[in-house]
């Protein structure tokens, strides 16, 4: 790559805000981010130095989170196909009402959403990447993106109440 | 043209497709006001949800470079926080558990945790500064090869804790005398 690695500290520094607002998608509460952040952190620290530069470093910390997170919730990934059935009843723990009621909700819809879809629209969101490099950074198809996409959005326009037509195939146009 | 379906037109609204069909979607959004609706929802959605997820991302808190204190099962692990741990209680009571340790244990090792690697405590800190989050600002370089790692590990540790090798005897045996008494039993005199 022909831009140069950044240090550690640049790279953790311009990564923070991201892997917080990921940490915060991907685990169950602000405590248990925070934690996945602290140790993605440490982790890519050790790690940064086998690190080629070959995606940014903050998708590269992503994929670490990602990990760490997964593990966090092995216990809620058990109930999971109970757990996406359950509409949650109440605003997630985290005194997010002070960033409106808008974020509580797609962070509610998110967080609610399979593991897979998740970790993807998460990174879709957070960082502006392209199919291909979501599909790279994190091990999957392009495809499987694509798909993921669709689903995450039609659960968050549901949340959101944006009303539109859906297409799951295509139609012939009226007319 | 059919009009596309949810997946073609999010990959549209993307910027995914090829040259020939992004045209094609182009004009039929123009010509097509329910494929336009749908067109406008996915832009409606993904202002939201990155307006949320940038919301979020503004209310991250100072970055910092600790080892993760909110898991009480963190405490667990044997050489991240113990090795902090270890090394704090030494201090406070002046090296002293040490020195008895290694006088009733005869070979073993003054120094604390013996396998490093797992970097709780990173940067160029000793582990008694480490105790509350450090700002990354005060941390700097990082020492992230494993081999600078280490090298920062050993020195922290000799900053930390006195090699008993350096207290004279009469110290060693006074020191032994207090922890003795902290604990309400004698110390074993040993050879």
């Given at each position: 790559?022909?831009?140069?690695?950044?240090?550690?500290?640049?790279?953790?520094?311009?990564?923070?805000?991201?892997?917080?607002?990921?940490?915060?998608?991907?685990?169950?509460?602000?405590?248990?981010?925070?934690?996945?952040?602290?140790?993605?952190?440490?982790?890519?620290?050790?790690?940064?130095?086998?690190?080629?530069?070959?995606?940014?470093?903050?998708?590269?910390?992503?994929?670490?989170?990602?990990?760490?997170?997964?593990?966090?919730?092995?216990?809620?990934?058990?109930?999971?196909?109970?757990?996406?059935?359950?509409?949650?009843?109440?605003?997630?723990?985290?005194?997010?009402?002070?960033?409106?009621?808008?974020?509580?909700?797609?962070?509610?819809?998110?967080?609610?959403?399979?593991?897979?879809?998740?970790?993807?629209?998460?990174?879709?969101?957070?960082?502006?990447?392209?199919?291909?490099?979501?599909?790279?950074?994190?091990?999957?198809?392009?495809?499987?993106?694509?798909?993921?996409?669709?689903?995450?959005?039609?659960?968050?326009?549901?949340?959101?109440?944006?009303?539109?037509?859906?297409?799951?195939?295509?139609?012939?146009?009226?007319? | 043209?059919?009009?596309?379906?949810?997946?073609?037109?999010?990959?549209?609204?993307?910027?995914?497709?090829?040259?020939?069909?992004?045209?094609?979607?182009?004009?039929?959004?123009?010509?097509?006001?329910?494929?336009?609706?749908?067109?406008?929802?996915?832009?409606?959605?993904?202002?939201?949800?990155?307006?949320?997820?940038?919301?979020?991302?503004?209310?991250?808190?100072?970055?910092?470079?600790?080892?993760?204190?909110?898991?009480?099962?963190?405490?667990?692990?044997?050489?991240?926080?113990?090795?902090?741990?270890?090394?704090?209680?030494?201090?406070?009571?002046?090296?002293?558990?040490?020195?008895?340790?290694?006088?009733?244990?005869?070979?073993?090792?003054?120094?604390?945790?013996?396998?490093?690697?797992?970097?709780?405590?990173?940067g160029?800190v000793?582990?008694?500064?480490?105790?509350?989050?450090i700002p990354v600002t005060d941390v700097v370089?990082?020492?992230?090869?494993?081999?600078?790692?280490?090298?920062?590990?050993?020195?922290?540790?000799?900053?930390?804790?006195?090699?008993?090798?350096?207290?004279?005897?009469?110290?060693?045996?006074?020191?032994?005398?207090?922890?003795?008494?902290?604990?309400?039993?004698?110390?074993?005199?040993?050879?």
């Open positions: 790559m022909a831009t140069e690695k950044p240090t550690f500290e640049e790279a953790a520094k311009a990564a923070w805000p991201t892997l917080f607002a990921a940490a915060m998608v991907l685990t169950e509460n602000r405590a248990d981010a925070e934690d996945a952040v602290q140790e993605t952190l440490t982790r890519s620290c050790a790690a940064y130095g086998s690190f080629r530069g070959e995606s940014v470093p903050t998708t590269w910390m992503y994929r670490i989170l990602v990990r760490i997170a997964a593990k966090e919730r092995v216990g809620h990934e058990v109930a999971e196909a109970e757990y996406e059935k359950v509409p949650s009843l109440n605003p997630p723990p985290d005194a997010l009402a002070a960033l409106g009621e808008e974020v509580a909700i797609v962070l509610d819809v998110l967080r609610s959403l399979p593991r897979r879809q998740r970790e993807i629209a998460t990174l879709f969101y957070l960082e502006e990447l392209s199919y291909a490099e979501i599909a790279v950074a994190l091990d999957v198809s392009q495809e499987t993106v694509r798909a993921a996409l669709r689903r995450a959005r039609a659960s968050l326009r549901k949340a959101l109440g944006v009303e539109t037509h859906e297409r799951k195939v295509p139609d012939e146009m009226p007319g | 043209m059919k009009c596309p379906d949810d997946e073609t037109l999010a990959a549209f609204a993307d910027g995914e497709l090829d040259d020939a069909l992004w045209a094609d979607i182009e004009r039929h959004i123009d010509a097509c006001g329910v494929c336009r609706e749908r067109f406008q929802a996915i832009g409606q959605v993904d202002n939201a949800t990155r307006q949320a997820l940038a919301a979020l991302k503004a209310s991250a808190p100072p970055m910092t470079l600790a080892p993760a204190k909110n898991k009480a099962r963190l405490l667990a692990r044997p050489f991240a926080v113990a090795a902090a741990a270890a090394i704090v209680i030494a201090a406070a009571i002046g090296g002293v558990w040490f020195a008895f340790h290694e006088r009733s244990q005869a070979h073993k090792p003054a120094v604390i945790a013996g396998k490093p690697p797992e970097p709780a405590l990173i160029s000793t582990p008694r500064q480490a105790e509350p989050s370089p990082l020492a992230c090869s494993s081999e600078e790692y280490k090298k920062r590990i050993a020195e922290a540790k000799r900053s930390a804790v006195m090699p008993v090798d350096s207290l004279p005897e009469w110290k060693v045996d006074e020191l032994r005398r207090i922890v003795a008494a902290r604990r309400g039993s004698v110390p074993e005199h040993d050879g």
